[in-house]
């Protein structure tokens, strides 16, 4: 068969046949932001982490107020994880699961710190305080970056419930007696 009979026959085959045939591809539609998919899965695994710092200061805590705000912060907790891991794989990305290396030793400095204090709430409140400041800056640090509007408005809607529960556990904190003071 010759060339010029090989392309007769392309061009009078069926236009059925020559769609059928591979084209390239372009790049994907859609271009991952990595560094935003990374920004948002560090707030996942915060989230996650303060979660589980907050039921542990509940399960530790000697005052059911303060057992029933840090129960009510958990949940808050897990329902932001929740809406940050929905937004990464709305971004294409893939939501991270587990903890940060320095929240495995902030949710270890809890148990330790509850034991050794003899589950002292001025201690549990003390360290919730801590653990939301730390979670307050780690928002703003992401809220710093250049962000879709829809990524923006839920990280800065999170971050006004932070600073919320951060003001409560504050209130929490000034409304515990002094602590005793030791004689030698």
């Given at each position: 068969m010759t060339q010029a009979s090989t392309m007769t026959r392309q061009r009078s085959a069926p236009h059925a046949l020559r769609r059928a045939v591979p084209v390239a591809v372009s790049a994907p539609a859609v271009d991952l932001d990595l560094e935003l998919i990374d920004a948002l899965n560090r707030l996942i695994d915060t989230c996650a982490d303060s979660a589980y710092g907050f039921a542990s200061c509940a399960d530790y805590s000697n005052i059911s107020r303060h057992r029933a705000v840090?129960?009510?912060?958990?949940?808050?907790?897990?329902?932001?994880?929740?809406?940050?891991?929905?937004?990464?794989?709305?971004?294409?990305?893939?939501?991270?699961?587990?903890?940060?290396?320095?929240?495995?030793?902030?949710?270890?400095?809890?148990?330790?710190?509850?034991?050794?204090?003899?589950?002292?709430?001025?201690?549990?409140?003390?360290?919730?305080?801590?653990?939301?400041?730390?979670?307050?800056?780690?928002?703003?640090?992401?809220?710093?970056?250049?962000?879709?509007?829809?990524?923006?408005?839920?990280?800065?809607?999170?971050?006004?419930?932070i600073e919320s529960s951060l003001q409560q556990i504050r209130s929490l904190r000034d409304a515990l007696p002094p602590p005793a003071r030791f004689r030698a």
């Open positions: 840090f129960r009510k912060r958990a949940q808050e907790c897990d329902t932001a994880r929740e809406q940050l891991h929905e937004l990464v794989q709305q971004l294409g990305g893939m939501p991270m699961r587990g903890g940060a290396a320095s929240d495995s030793l902030h949710r270890g400095w809890v148990a330790v710190h509850g034991t050794l204090c003899g589950l002292c709430d001025a201690s549990i409140v003390a360290e919730c305080e801590r653990g939301e400041s730390e979670t307050c800056e780690r928002y703003r640090q992401v809220l710093d970056q250049e962000l879709p509007t829809r990524v923006r408005t839920v990280v800065e809607r999170q971050l006004r419930q």
